[in-house]
């Protein structure tokens, strides 16, 4: 099934009732960047949205669950000296919304929580993707300007896409100090069967969590993909949306080179830069 240009091989049954389907949500998790947890001593379903932040935090002493962020709201549930909890945000009059592990949401004060540490930042909004002209690209070392600070970045051509895994090439040592190193993302070696790779999801999926993990094992700071013969547009921009924040998250940019079939106002809102 093509859910949002993603070959998905759905493991749960579909139900239609009336004009309506429904679709098993556990089967569409990185489509739509979440991730999905069934507390079965409670038989609740807890939905988190991986593009916001996230505390875990233990509670100091014991203290009630407040359905809203107030002293004379109900109480929704309790929580014991000790008791881990996740939470999302503090409220001006010093109110946190956290959730228990047996899924309870609610209200507490934050002076009853301690212990935290941050088990994921908010993804920040964004701006436009800065502009690269192409042949200060192909210079391999060139200046970008970003939020008022210049940068040096020096571009390597590092990784190139196998059939089952991404080929590393030699490092060239040219690092200058203070530069920011990016690393190129070829097809070259597999131009036939990227299309098959971008349409499917598990295929996809894969292709992103390999240049992830490169990505992090060689210690760069950006990705500029650079692939040729897309013929599926869609299947691309797909790859791109779920790529881009992967990357963000662990402090790498991206960016993309346009051509004939990637174009940029496709991408404008989705990659850090772009090659013009």
Do not use: H
Not at 22 to 41: G, T
Request: glycine share 4%; with cysteine.
């Amino acid at each position: 099934m093509i859910i949002n240009s993603s070959n998905i091989a759905l493991l749960d049954s579909i139900i239609r009732i009336g004009e309506n389907i429904y679709l098993p949500i556990s089967d569409m998790s990185i489509v739509y960047n979440i991730k999905v947890d069934y507390i079965a001593a409670t038989n609740r379903v807890v939905i988190d949205r991986l593009n916001r932040g996230m505390i875990k935090a233990m509670a100091i002493k014991d203290t009630k669950i407040k359905y809203k962020a107030r002293g004379l709201s109900k109480s929704v549930g309790e929580l014991k000296q000790g008791e881990i909890v996740n939470c999302f945000y503090t409220t001006s009059k010093g109110w946190r919304q956290i959730r228990t592990l047996s899924g309870i949401v609610g209200y507490i004060k934050a002076n009853k929580l301690g212990d935290e540490y941050i088990v994921r930042q908010d993804m920040r909004e964004r701006g436009l993707a800065v502009k690269i002209n192409r042949d200060s690209y192909y210079s391999k070392s060139f200046e970008i300007t970003d939020n008022t600070e210049t940068k040096r970045v020096i571009l390597e051509n590092l990784f190139s896409v196998t059939s089952d895994d991404i080929e590393v090439s030699e490092r060239n040592n040219t690092e200058e100090s203070n530069s920011k190193i990016w690393a190129s993302v070829s097809n070259e070696k597999l131009k036939d069967q990227t299309n098959e790779i971008l349409q499917d999801y598990k295929l996809r999926t894969n292709l992103i969590d390999l240049i992830v993990k490169k990505s992090i094992e060689q210690n760069v700071n950006g990705i500029s993909i650079d692939f040729s013969n897309i013929q599926n547009n869609d299947s691309m921009i797909r790859f791109m949306i779920e790529l881009a924040p992967k990357l963000r998250e662990v402090g790498i940019n991206t960016c993309v080179l346009l051509n004939q079939n990637i174009e940029e106002q496709d991408y404008i809102n989705v990659v850090d830069y772009i090659v013009e």
